[in-house]
């Protein structure tokens, strides 16, 4: 038995990108289950969230009891209110459910609160239907840089600002020694702030991470201008990081929009020839952590 599972719901950068050369990797934005026991965690809202409850109707209508449908319940973590890790919130169709239960978290953004900025995408004329007619029992809880919030059943989620237009938190979670860290949307970062990164990270058994450029592509070409201040990391800066933190696992994660299947694959395969621990996310895969057998991370692919 493993006592924390990983599931991918979405796992590209920027915008959705659907079509026949990302259909193997996904082109849904930013969305990860951990589930730890019943609890259900999700870590941002891109499109891929809307997936996500779409298979949790179907799971509630299979377990329903003489017609009574039982609760969906979900922590939901935002990194940061970018459209890409939200625009999955107004289709997410468990909150317009009665009797569902939600707590989601993030920062205050540019002088308004949490819940402000998220209800600022669902109003008129943006989208026709407002937060007030999800008819599920939904919470907002503000997250401040450094802050662990304990959730309960033993679990426990701390927070850490990285380097990202408008700012981003990365979260820990720490589940009975396992730890598992989500870290999108940041640049490499320097001097006491990387110190003080490598140590948030330090010993995490799965590290999920903005691999969204190459060194090159980040760094810029003749053809290609620099991505520098463009908030987003690269897969080197990845692997330099599990080297100098002792992390176990490294999941490349927050796609290039246009990146496809086939080089995706060949990406993959360059890092793991580096750090063989490598795995670059794809929507349904699912890493188990923290079992009680040889194996300390499982990844099973879709």
Known sequence: MYSVNIRFWGVRGSKPTPGRQTMGFGGNTSCVQVQIGERILLFDGGTGLAEFGNHMLKKQQLNASNGVLPKIEADIFFSHLHWDHIQGLPFFVPMYVPGNIFHLYGENKENLNFQEVIEMQMKPPHFPITMKMMKASYHFHEVSSGETIDIGDGIKITSFAVKHPNDC????????????????????????????????VNGADVLIYDTHYTNQEYLGTNDDPPKKGWGHSTWQEGVRICRNAGIYQFVMFHHKENRSDQEMQQLE????????????????????????????VVINYP
């Open 269 to 296: 395969s360059q890092v793991q020839e580096i750090f063989p621990r490598t795995a670059a996310a794809r929507e349904g895969m699912v890493i188990k952590v923290g079992g009680d057998n040889l194996e300390k």
């Open 169 to 200: 938190l990365a979260y820990r979670v720490n589940y009975e020694g396992v730890n598992i860290v989500y870290c999108t949307d940041t640049e490499p970062m320097e001097g006491a702030q990387e110190e003080q990164f490598l140590s948030f």
